[in-house]
């Protein structure tokens, strides 16, 4: 909507700052399409605050600031990808998660690893926290120091950009954290508060005694319960109390205050400017409190982010935002976006919810929950897309609804309990070899740590030197990676998992880890091990080729694009999961089977959505199929599975 005062302020600024008709009107048009929106969000959220006026002036100059910095050759890179489109959608995107201490010591020994990621398959790096962050207290990285400093564990802010420069050079892409909820109570912002500066109190949640806190906690749950129970810490040095969500060290940044989030906004721009193409904004669901309420996923946290993609649309558009919200399936769709706002907020979201499943999944032999969970998956709206993963750096969640399981004809309590003893290996006979991980007494909560490797049987099977469930092991770990590959959007890898890495305990010896199981699945890689993917036979090799050329294969397949473009097929089989990719006549039929026994499989499948195939092709395993009669079975092996395309 036309807003005169608005737009008169906007032009006199712009005027002035860039060169409106030349070389910066694509950014000039950026601004005037998204500014009234801009506004109107600001106001909603700000509008009463005193600083309202002054500090919506901030947010003008710091758009126009950063898009004065932004190097020639990201603006290039902006006008490239806008010009493609939906440039995440691309099933050319395959990623991978790692530390750079853990996975080969420094930022500049990164440089000589790019041609591990190209021979990989990987094209895009997700850099775990990089910026200063003290090194007991530091929750892998996500509690920060000092936002624009690169620890000098890693390296400098120089070799950083060197690898970005490089990654470029080899059109790579390039994902880094903002670290948005809170900041690590070593930050400049939390010493000034602690010693007594209230303007910088006022950048955190700060109380005099208990009487808000223990309202507070009365609603809010414990994220940490063993170690670190509650949401609040008392600061000795200014006798007060301060919110902190995660760990004691991680002191909540408070979004009511816009100088907050003029200072972060600025902050994001900055990696904006480093060259990121995948911005992940760790833990969103959290970033406005409120009393009485679980202080998660409240629409405020909805609106910041929304405000926050249109003012990066126009800046560093570039630049797609990932949120990680892991939480309750349809809570985690709201993060693309709701009502009119659809597909306006985040670009990506982990599919959590599927991650989970698969778990779940493999755990039962049966499909049935996966199934009952996919009607609220597939409500991804147009144009957005997912994160797709077996693991991540953090512990495995069973977020999904109790409804679901109870669907799946199951009592939800007991059958987490099954999952999580099958996981933690006290249920009998189990193979997977894992943790729990913040077992909450209270609530009987607890999440699942471990490797994918471990938790798929591999550690044991290697301990036993039981050849066949290592085989068995292995093709667990290709059936999880392959159903997230190409169930639709970008899969991202966690380092180790392409070999095949087992839980490394060595955590346990390690001061600021050892209270942390989620260091269990988070390996120092050993190069030499790694090295092994080169001889023929090693377990390391046949993770590592299998998973490249599932990867290699999901790049030759523009039906795996994310252009939600998936149909579940109902194959009358409890064990297999199976489902349609299609873009216009194109299709592949991809099936997989979770039991420990061989699937049969009616070929009635492959033409119960109205299209008959007469022939398909395996490429997975090379194999031309006739489709059979209605009536006769395709034989998928024990976890086994297929991604077959119609040969006419
Ligand atoms: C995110 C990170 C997790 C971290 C938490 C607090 O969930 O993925 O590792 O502990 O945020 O920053």
């Known amino acids: 909507m036309y807003d005169h005062q608005l737009y008169s302020y906007l032009n006199i600024q712009l005027e002035d700052a860039v060169n409106i008709s030349g070389k910066d009107n694509l950014f000039y048009t950026r601004f005037l399409a998204n500014a009234a929106e801009i506004k109107a969000l600001y106001n909603e959220i700000y509008g009463s605050h005193p600083l309202n006026e002054t500090s919506f002036n901030r947010l003008v100059e710091t758009i126009i600031k950063n898009y004065k910095k932004r190097p020639g050759v990201l603006i290039e890179r902006d006008i490239a990808k806008l010009e493609e489109g939906h440039w995440f959608l691309n099933n050319n995107i395959a990623g991978m998660s790692l530390y750079v201490d853990r996975f080969c010591g420094s930022l500049t020994n990164l440089e000589n690893k790019l041609d591990y990621f190209e021979e990989s398959g990987v094209n895009l790096l997700h850099l775990m926290p990089l910026f200063e962050s003290p090194a007991t207290e530091s929750d892998g990285g996500y509690a920060v120091s000092n936002f624009r400093k690169v620890d000098g564990r890693f ?19 390039l994902m880094l954290d903002i670290v948005l909820n809170h900041t690590s109570h070593r930050h400049e912002w939390a010493n000034k508060a602690r010693q007594g500066d209230t303007y910088y109190q006022d950048y955190f949640y700060f109380f005099n005694d208990r009487t808000v806190p223990d309202a507070y906690d009365r609603t809010m ?124 907020e985040c670009d990506y979201a982990y599919n959590a919810t599927q991650m989970a499943l698969q778990w779940d999944a493999l755990a039962t032999g049966e499909i049935k929950v996966m199934m009952a969970a996919q009607h609220e998956i597939l409500n991804k709206p147009y144009g957005t897309t997912w994160i797709t993963y077996t693991r991540c750096h953090d512990d495995i969640g069973l977020g999904y609804d109790d409804y679901m399981i109870e669907q799946a004809g199951m009592q939800p309590y007991e059958h987490r309990n099954y999952l999580k003893n099958y996981y933690s290996g006290n249920f009998p006979g189990s193979p997977a070899k894992g943790a729990l991980f913040s077992s909450n007494s209270k609530t009987g909560d607890a999440r699942i740590s471990g490797s994918l490797a471990s938790l798929c049987g591999l550690e044991n099977a290697v301990n036993d030197e039981d050849g066949l469930v290592i085989e068995e092991s292995i093709n667990k770990i290709l059936l999880m990676q392959a159903q997230s590959f190409f169930i639709g959007g970008t899969p991202m890898l966690f380092y180790g998992d392409e070999v095949g890495y087992t839980n490394d305990y060595s955590y346990l010896q390690e001061e600021g880890k050892s209270y942390d199981n989620r260091w269990m699945h988070r390996p120092v890689i050993n190069w030499e091990k790694n090295d092994k993917r080169n001889e023929t036979g090693s377990i390391e090799q046949q993770v590592f080729s299998a998973t490249r050329r599932l990867l290699q294969l999901r790049k030759q397949l523009a039906v795996v694009a994310d252009h939600s473009n998936l149909t579940w097929l109902t194959p009358h089989n409890s064990h297999v999961a199976a489902f349609i990719r299609a873009i216009g006549d194109k299709r592949i039929f991809c099936l997989f089977n979770f039991s420990t026994q061989r699937a049969y499989v009616t070929w009635y499948t492959f033409k119960e959505k109205g299209y008959a195939p007469a022939k398909v092709y395996d490429h997975w395993q090379e194999k031309e199929y006739s489709v059979g009669k209605d009536h006769e079975y395709l034989i998928l092996e024990p976890y086994g599975f297929c991604i077959m395309e119609p040969m006419d």
């Open 155 to 173: 390296g400098t802010l120089e070799d950083l950009q060197n690898v970005q420069e490089s990654m470029q050079a080899r059109n790579m892409y």
């Open 221 to 344: 749950p414990d994220i940490f319960p063993e170690s670190s129970p509650g949401n609040f810490t008392y600061v000795e040095e200014c006798n007060k109390w301060v919110m902190t969500v995660f760990h004691n060290y991680q002191w909540d940044l408070n979004y009511t205050n816009p100088n907050v989030f003029i200072e972060m906004l600025d902050t994001i721009f900055f990696y904006g400017n480093l060259g990121v193409d995948i911005l992940r904004i760790d833990a969103p669901a959290f970033i406005w409190k409120q009393l009485g309420t679980t202080s998660q996923n409240l629409p405020q946290a909805h609106a910041l982010l929304r405000l926050i993609k249109l003012c990066v649309q126009v800046a560093t558009p570039g630049m797609a935002l990932l949120g990680e919200a892991i939480v309750a399936p349809h809570e985690i769709m709201k993060y693309f976006g709701t009502g009119r706002h659809k597909a306006r």
